[in-house]
């Protein structure tokens, strides 16, 4: 490349980080305002079904899954042992499938949902350069979600947390 069109390219390359940037900036701005008016992201999960407005209820038979699983989590069996047990009595994911792995019960364990509690915003990407996340609770305001569905799981969410930190997934 001659030296105009290294200009170009440098060029073009500051208006496409420019505008990475604005989108970052809009993203942003969108997530905070949905969260502050109470608007929270429902992803498909194991143990709820969401109701024509969008909120989550309980499904009781995923839900009956959903406490087998913390309950031998609690009682020390690993994320291997309730996978594979999960798959010999063909219970199905919220897909449907009855094939269970050991990231799908670390997934379960760790959503805070099935406690009954959500708070959002725990993490942001400051950067949109490098998109790496940090956590949100110095810099960013944290979106408590509380009591907007029915827990599904009445322990104490600590003591799971405790336990779920020990282990290595």
């Known amino acids: 490349l001659d030296s105009n069109g290294r200009m170009i390219l440098t060029i073009l390359a500051s208006v496409a980080e420019e505008e990475s940037h ?9 997530i905070d305002r949905r969260f502050s008016r109470g608007l929270f992201l429902t992803p498909a999960l194991l143990g709820y079904d969401q109701d024509e407005d969008g909120n989550l209820v ?30 010999d009595y063909e219970r ?6 009855t094939e269970w792995n050991p ?6 364990i760790a959503n805070e949902r099935h406690c009954g509690d959500v708070l959002a915003r725990k993490t942001f990407t400051p950067n949109f350069l490098t998109h790496k996340a940090v ?14 569905m029915r827990p599904i799981i009445c322990a104490h969410p600590g003591r799971i947390k405790r336990k779920i930190i020990r282990c290595q997934f």
Request: no cysteine; charged share 20%; glycine share 8%.
């Open 135 to 148: 956590s949100g609770t110095i810099t960013r305001r944290l979106f408590p979600e509380m009591f907007s």
């Open 58 to 87: 309980v499904n009781q038979d995923e839900a009956q899954t959903v406490k087998v699983i913390y309950y031998l989590y609690m009682n020390g069996f690993s994320l291997k042992d309730i996978a594979e047990l999960l798959t």
């Open 92 to 97: 199905k994911t919220k897909l449907g499938n």
């Open 103 to 108: 990231g799908t019960i670390a997934g379960i």
């Open 22 to 30: 604005s989108k970052s900036i809009i993203m942003n701005w969108s």
